[in-house]
């Protein structure tokens, strides 16, 4: 993605990587070590359109440290997802995955291609021919991706046939698959699910009552769509939510099954009957209790945060806000509860999902959303204890725990 002011998405990691190493006292060398990508791999994509033309897109695969485990981490499609923007993503899950302590490295994947004007072949064909640029590097036990933003389960029951005609059947190479192909139940609604209960958690902690708390959601795809839906079962009230079209408010709190409809039919948000229209900047700036933003990165930065009318905010997409952003909240006295925290019942059920397929076993939905509700609330109260012992932003606390757990386990192999 375009730096903003000079300043990449990898830069800006960076700097909460930076912040905790201050704060753990880790050498120059063994910064530079956590900092730097172990290896990174750049493919071209050709692909046959369907107007038999040819078009070639660039690939990413960012393997960014894998001392904790094998890579883990999604593939983005999206126009904006170049190497740096990947980087900036990989290190994100090295951090994330070091945070609520499951057994993996941090990895991301890309191919900059705006997946909307593509056909469903299309589709398919950039997906094989992706997977087999970057086969040698994935594996069972060394690099397992997952859906993100512009990818979904049809992606990855793609990319496992095209890395199964080489190696044989191999569901747990990738997560996020279909139940029909190895997924596991609960899969496709863990971030959501993840995201409704930190949400409930910091929300209790700043003495709201979570049934009372209006909650405007940008971002209607899984992330979004999913926690709109989960927030709304346990009693929330979600006022507003947009998507790249446009967005939706309803003071009252929108019906999200009607909305869930008409989002079916129109392939939007935009345009529902039971609400009036807003636009994605408004929605961010709305009266509400809780902003979520579950889109696209680096949407609150310095312009619009001192506008922001809600009492807390909740990551649940990638790097939604600059680190300018995070200075006018803490400022401000609003608190943030961070990406690497917030989002990762995705990758916490990946988890699941990869050793129901090392056992070739199948968990009950009871037991996946159980096992999440268990790891995702101990990662959110030791960031909560962590924030209030050292008197630092759930960010940095996030940080700090992630980040010390990759240089011991660093030091504890030997690298350094
Ligand atoms: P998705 O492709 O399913 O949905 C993206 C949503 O964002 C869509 O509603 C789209 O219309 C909207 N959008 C796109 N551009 C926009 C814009 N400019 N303004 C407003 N809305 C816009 O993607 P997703 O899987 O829901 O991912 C969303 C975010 O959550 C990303 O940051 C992703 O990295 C993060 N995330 C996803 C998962 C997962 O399991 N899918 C896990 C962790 C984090």
Redesign the pocket.
């Given at each position: 993605m375009t730096p903003q002011n000079g300043v990449s998405s990898f830069d800006e990691v960076n700097l909460s990587l930076d912040k905790a190493a201050d704060k753990i006292g880790l050498s120059d060398g063994v910064r530079e070590m956590l900092r730097t990508p172990w290896r990174e791999l750049q493919v071209s994509v050709p692909v046959r359109m369907d107007d038999d033309s040819i078009r070639v897109f660039n690939g990413y695969r960012v393997q960014h440290n894998g001392v904790r485990g094998p890579y883990k981490g999604?593939v983005?499609?999206?126009p904006a997802a170049d190497q740096e923007e990947v980087r900036a993503?990989a290190s994100l899950m090295t951090w994330k995955n070091a945070l609520v302590d499951i057994p993996f490295g941090g990895a991301k994947g890309g191919v900059q291609c705006d997946?909307g004007e593509l056909s469903s072949d299309e589709l398919n064909r950039l997906t094989r021919r992706y997977t087999l640029n970057i086969e040698h590097l994935i594996g069972i036990n060394r690099d397992i991706p997952?859906?993100?933003?512009?990818?979904?389960a049809q992606t990855m029951a793609w990319m496992m046939d095209a890395y199964g005609q080489i190696h044989g059947y191999v569901p747990g190479i990738v997560t996020?698959k279909p139940l029909e192909v190895g997924g596991s139940v609960g899969?496709e609604q863990?971030?959501g699910r993840g995201v409704v209960f930190v949400t409930r958690h910091a929300a209790e902690d700043m003495g709201m009552d979570h049934s009372e708390a209006r909650i405007a959601i940008?971002?209607?795809?899984?992330?979004?769509?999913w926690t709109a839906s989960i927030a709304c079962e346990l009693g929330c009230t979600v006022t507003a939510v947009?998507?790249?079209?446009g967005g939706v408010h309803n003071e009252t709190g929108l019906d999200i099954a009607a909305l869930f409809d008409h989002k079916r039919e129109a392939g939007?948000?935009a345009g529902f009957g039971g609400g009036e229209s807003l636009t994605?900047a408004e929605l961010l700036e709305l009266d509400c209790e809780v902003l979520i933003p579950?889109?696209?990165?680096r949407?609150i930065h310095k312009d619009n945060a001192p506008n922001v009318k809600a009492k807390i905010i909740v990551e649940?997409?990638?790097?939604?806000l600059t680190p300018e952003a995070d200075d006018i909240f803490r400022d401000r006295g609003i608190p943030v509860i961070p990406?690497i925290l917030v989002?990762?019942?995705?990758?916490i059920v990946?988890y699941f999902e990869w050793t129901q397929n090392l056992y070739q076993h199948r968990w009950t939905l009871e037991e996946v959303n159980d096992e999440l509700d268990t790891i995702i609330s101990r990662a959110y109260r030791e960031v909560r204890e962590t924030a209030r012992r050292e008197g630092i932003t759930y960010r940095d606390a996030a940080f700090l725990i992630g980040v010390g757990r990759v240089a011991e386990a660093s030091r504890i192999r030997g690298f350094v």
């Open positions: 999604g983005r499609y999206h993503l997946p997952a859906p993100d933003l512009g990818t979904n996020g899969r863990a971030t940008q971002g209607f795809g899984n992330v979004g769509s947009s998507d790249v079209n939007t948000v994605n579950a889109a696209i990165d949407v649940a997409a990638n790097h939604p990406d989002n990762a019942g995705g990758v990946s």
